[in-house]
C-alpha cells in the first residue's frame, strides 16, 4: 500500500518555525521527486517546496523563498520541509507530494500519490 504520512504541523506564533516530515512507504521512494503543496480555506492548491529524485535539486514557491528548507534522507524514505519566519498567511493544510519524475514540478495535477496532509496555524 503507498503511503505519504505528513506530520509536524501545529500552532505557532508568527516569527516561529515548524518542521514538516513526509514518511513515504510502499513505492521506490529514490526514484521519485518529493514536493510539498498547501491549501487554505477557499483557496487553490499551491506549490510550496520540491526536491529532485537524482541531485538533490530544489525548488520553492515565491512566497517561501529565502524563509524555508527542502531536504530528503532516501535511507530513511523520509522528506523534511524546515519553515523559518512562519507568516500567518502560511496558514494552510501542508500535504506532501509524490511524483514519479527526477526534476519535480509545483504543480498539483504532476502529482502521482499525495499524502494526508498536516494542519499549520500560525497566530498573529
Known amino acids: 500500500e503507498v503511503q505519504l504520512q505528513a506530520s509536524g504541523g501545529g500552532l505557532v506564533q508568527a516569527g516561529g518555525s515548524l518542521r514538516l516530515s513526509c514518511a513515504a512507504s510502499g513505492f521506490t521512494f529514490e526514484n521519485y521527486a518529493i514536493g510539498w503543496f498547501r491549501q487554505a480555506p477557499g483557496k487553490e492548491r499551491e506549490g510550496v517546496s520540491c526536491i529532485s529524485s537524482s541531485d538533490g535539486s530544489t525548488y520553492y514557491g515565491d512566497f517561501v523563498k529565502g524563509r524555508s528548507t527542502i531536504s530528503r534522507d532516501n535511507a530513511k524514505n523520509t522528506v523534511y520541509l524546515q519553515m523559518n519566519s512562519l507568516k500567518p498567511e502560511d496558514t494552510a493544510v501542508y500535504y506532501c507530494?509524490?511524483?514519479?519524475?527526477?526534476?519535480?514540478?509545483?504543480?498539483?495535477?504532476?502529482?502521482?500519490?499525495w499524502g494526508q496532509g498536516t494542519q499549520v496555524t500560525v497566530s498573529s
Open positions: 507530494s509524490a511524483q514519479r519524475r527526477e526534476l519535480c514540478i509545483l504543480v498539483p495535477r504532476g502529482t502521482d500519490y
